[in-house]
């Protein structure tokens, strides 16, 4: 969804609560990390490769 949509949502809702979290989004400063625990011969990389 793009930023504008988001917006017009945020404005049209009244999300003002979430308009903070919606700019941090947008301004491609999230930095998310993700990591597959499990034990062996469980499926893992066949996860991470689909």
């Known amino acids: 969804m793009k930023k504008v949509i ?3 949502v ?6 003002t609560s979430i308009q903070e979290e919606l700019q941090l989004l947008t301004e ?3 930095d998310i ?8 011969s469980s499926g893992k ?3 991470v490769n689909a």
Not at 10 to 15: A, M
């Open 6 to 8: 988001l917006q017009e």
């Open 10 to 15: 945020v404005e049209k809702y009244g999300l």
């Open 28 to 30: 491609d400063r999230l």
């Open 33 to 40: 990390k993700v990591a597959f625990l499990g034990e062996f």
């Open 45 to 47: 990389s066949s996860l």
